[in-house]
């Protein structure tokens, strides 16, 4: 999950146009699909700041997970792997089923495009006693455990029991590791070695995206696909995208909800308007709040600054937002400068006693009382 998150938090920019996300590997009828691309040459991946901004959120998670500094060691010394590589990028596709007893029937992979050194995962592996899976011709690790053992350098894996969930971790090469259930992974490798189709952008999905400039993330959800769900089948909600890009100076998000009917999008636009409209009175900011809460408000009404008009047509109703680059990195500056904040007040009350006034001096609650 980490090995995720990482490359999640330094997948920030684009090299490659739209059209050339890397989603092979994926199903080509994926219901719900997140594909990202390399982070080189954007000015959100080269600018000074953001440097800056990735060393603090690295130095916060230290101090969040104590585990994460050795975590990020065992990656890059015991597998040969950046998380900080902004050639990176990965592609997530799945599909979701009514299975036995009403629980989920999941498929699907996650492919991670990151260089890796397999002779050193497979021999962390074997000294960790990680169970492996044999599918489409491939040896893999089970996932689960494989992720255990990162997080916790002193834990021995434990075996399965019979119901457990089966996921593997394969690694394909030196810059493709699959994450995939073993009755899923001859499916991905097949369309790895361009056997079978992945999953492709449609016409309306690759103009969709090429209006956020050199895109750099996409993710797209259609509801047809899913299990049935009637509070959102009254919404008239077919299907959703969102993509992310950078156009000049800006980063450029948006976002898109089709509807079965044109009234329901309409409907829906005015509702998302009317919010926006009513966001400035809901953040007006009261001086007698705390700091904090001014601060956070103060976040809140640039973020709706930011937000264009919502645009209904036809069926669809969308929405564009459009941050200057260095304004976005000092808004989330702000953000971490608050959880910081929380995180040493959570400190400092787990750490010191509790105490209690006595006539001027302090002493730990539930100390005995003096006597003269």
């Given at each position: 999950?980490?090995?995720i998150?990482?490359?999640?938090?330094?997948?920030?920019?684009?090299a490659?146009?739209?059209?050339?996300?890397?989603?092979?590997?994926?199903?080509?009828?994926?219901a719900?699909?997140?594909?990202?691309?390399?982070?080189?040459?954007?000015?959100?991946?080269?600018?000074?700041?953001?440097?800056?901004?990735?060393?603090?959120l690295?130095?916060?998670?230290?101090?969040?997970?104590?585990?994460?500094?050795?975590?990020d060691?065992?990656?890059?010394?015991?597998?040969?792997?950046?998380?900080?590589?902004?050639?990176?990028?990965?592609?997530?596709?799945?599909n979701?089923?009514?299975?036995?007893?009403?629980?989920?029937?999941f498929s699907?992979?996650?492919?991670?495009?990151?260089?890796?050194?397999?002779k050193?995962?497979?021999?962390?592996?074997?000294?960790?006693?990680?169970?492996?899976?044999t599918?489409?011709?491939?040896t893999?690790w089970?996932?689960?455990?494989?992720?255990g053992?990162?997080?916790?350098?002193?834990a021995?894996?434990?075996?399965d029991?019979?119901?457990?969930?089966?996921?593997?971790?394969?690694?394909?090469?030196?810059?493709?590791?699959?994450?995939?259930?073993?009755?899923?992974?001859?499916?991905?490798?097949a369309s790895?070695?361009?056997?079978?189709?992945?999953?492709?952008?449609n016409?309306?999905?690759?103009?969709?995206?090429?209006?956020?400039?050199?895109?750099?993330?996409?993710?797209?959800?259609?509801?047809?696909?899913?299990?049935?769900?009637?509070?959102?089948?009254?919404?008239?909600?077919?299907?959703?995208?969102?993509?992310f890009?950078?156009?000049?100076?800006?980063q450029?998000?948006?976002?898109?909800?089709?509807?079965?009917?044109?009234?329901?999008?309409?409907?829906?636009?005015?509702?998302?308007?009317?919010?926006?409209?009513?966001?400035?009175l809901?953040?007006?900011?009261?001086?007698?709040?705390?700091?904090?809460?001014?601060?956070?408000?103060?976040?809140?009404?640039?973020?709706?600054?930011a937000?264009?008009?919502?645009?209904?047509?036809?069926n669809?109703?969308?929405?564009?937002?459009?941050?200057?680059?260095?304004?976005?990195?000092?808004?989330?500056?702000?953000?971490?400068?608050?959880?910081?904040?929380?995180?040493?007040?959570?400190?400092?009350?787990a750490?010191?006693?509790?105490?209690?006034?006595?006539g001027?001096?302090?002493?730990?609650?539930?100390?005995?009382?003096?006597?003269?």
């Amino acid at each position: 999950m980490r090995l995720i998150l990482a490359s999640l938090l330094t997948t920030v920019g684009a090299a490659l146009p739209a059209q050339q996300f890397d989603t092979r590997g994926i199903p080509a009828d994926a219901a719900i699909v997140l594909v990202t691309a390399p982070t080189t040459g954007l000015k959100i991946n080269s600018s000074p700041a953001m440097k800056a901004l990735r060393e603090r959120l690295e130095k916060i998670a230290a101090k969040a997970d104590k585990n994460s500094p050795k975590l990020d060691k065992i990656l890059r010394e015991e597998f040969g792997v950046d998380t900080n590589d902004t050639n990176s990028s990965f592609a997530v596709g799945l599909n979701i089923a009514n299975g036995a007893n009403g629980t989920p029937d999941f498929s699907g992979a996650a492919v991670l495009h990151m260089k890796v050194d397999p002779k050193k995962v497979e021999a962390f592996g074997k000294k960790r006693g990680i169970a492996t899976f044999t599918a489409g011709g491939k040896t893999g690790w089970n996932a689960l455990q494989f992720f255990g053992a990162l997080g916790d350098p002193g834990a021995q894996a434990q075996p399965d029991g019979p119901d457990s969930f089966q996921l593997g971790l394969f690694v394909v090469d030196a810059s493709t590791i699959v994450i995939a259930q073993p009755k899923d992974a001859a499916a991905c490798f097949a369309s790895l070695a361009g056997k079978t189709a992945p999953y492709a952008l449609n016409a309306a999905q690759k103009t969709f995206v090429a209006d956020t400039g050199r895109s750099y993330g996409f993710f797209a959800v259609n509801l047809a696909r899913l299990p049935s769900n009637p509070e959102l089948e009254q919404t008239g909600l077919a299907n959703a995208m969102m993509a992310f890009g950078e156009k000049g100076p800006n980063q450029v998000y948006k976002i898109a909800a089709n509807f079965t009917t044109a009234e329901k999008a309409k409907t829906t636009g005015q509702q998302i308007q009317g919010f926006l409209a009513a966001a400035p009175l809901l953040l007006a900011i009261d001086p007698a709040e705390p700091a904090e809460q001014q601060a956070l408000k103060k976040v809140g009404t640039e973020l709706v600054s930011a937000i264009q008009p919502v645009k209904v047509e036809g069926n669809q109703a969308a929405m564009t937002i459009s941050f200057e680059t260095e304004k976005l990195i000092g808004m989330i500056a702000q953000l971490m400068d608050l959880a910081e904040k929380q995180m040493e007040a959570q400190g400092g009350a787990a750490g010191a006693p509790a105490v209690k006034a006595t006539g001027g001096k302090k002493k730990p609650v539930g100390a005995p009382a003096t006597t003269k």
